[in-house]
């Protein structure tokens, strides 16, 4: 059973912002029937804003990190707050945990540049990290380093891990998720745009569009079906693509 079993949402916050997302016009009532569920829709669908609120409820940083990294101050994130997470309701089987990492792509490079200003006074912390600076490895080997190093047991809220990842180190990713949720140690959140990844065994997936946020398959997503499809005939796709710009 996962750690984090229901996310709910009593009402939507009178903002602009959110009640322009339509995923979120229903309301928010899921079951999180696995280890690994996955987010998929496109940019703006909700997806992002949803992990977000989920990982400040469970007193993670959002600029990334886990509890320890618990002050929301510095780069982009000074006195940010996520609007939806005090709306939130999170339903824990059989007890809340509070260990755990919240990731997200878009700020990794601020997160690596924190973890080198505490090392600054005790080197020791880039053993979580695979023993060396994150900026001194390539975007790949960091965000590997930190899910090798740093994934051991937990709630892991991750927001599009595949964006430095090449196709054969998303495998690897996939191998360190199967690990931990054969484990029973560890649950995974993640939004992804990533075809290979929503192939998890097992996974649950829930799509955000305007219809509101629906369970899936893969084979049922766009991004499966539409990958797949350029991939069997990408020259259809392309002179298509040409002619319209022509």
């Not at 919240?102 to 020791?124: G, K, P, Q, T, V």
């Not at 899936?216 to 002619?243: C, G, I, V, W």
Request: charged share 20%; with cysteine; net charge negative.
């Amino acid at each position: 059973m996962p750690f984090l079993s229901e996310i709910s949402l009593r009402s939507l916050p009178d903002t602009n912002y959110l009640q322009s997302i339509p995923s979120f016009k229903d309301g928010i009532q899921l079951r999180l029937k696995s280890n690994v569920t996955f987010f998929v829709g496109e940019n703006g669908s909700g997806k992002s804003t949803l992990l977000e609120g989920i990982a400040e409820r469970c007193g993670f940083s959002l600029r990334g990190g886990n509890r320890n990294h618990n002050l929301n101050t510095g780069y982009a994130f000074e006195g940010y707050e996520s609007a939806l997470a005090n709306q939130l309701d999170l339903s824990w089987t059989p007890r809340r945990i509070n260990n755990g990492f919240f990731m997200r792509a878009e700020s990794f490079f601020n997160f690596a540049s924190y973890i080198d200003e505490l090392a600054i006074e005790d080197s020791r912390i880039l053993n979580a990290y695979g023993g060396r600076s994150l900026h001194k490895q390539s975007h790949g080997e960091s965000f590997l380093s930190l899910f090798n190093n740093q994934f051991e047991s937990g709630i892991y809220i991750l927001d599009e891990p595949e964006a430095a990842l090449s196709p054969s180190r998303i495998l690897a990713f996939m191998s360190v998720i199967h690990e931990l949720d054969q484990s029973g140690r560890a649950q995974f959140l993640i939004a992804t745009h990533s075809p290979m990844l929503i192939c998890y065994p097992g996974a649950t997936i829930y799509e955000f569009d305007e219809r509101g946020i629906n369970e899936t398959t893969y084979q049922d997503t766009e991004h499966f079906s539409l990958t797949k499809s350029f991939l069997n005939n990408p020259a259809l796709y392309l002179r298509h693509l040409m002619n319209d710009l022509d």
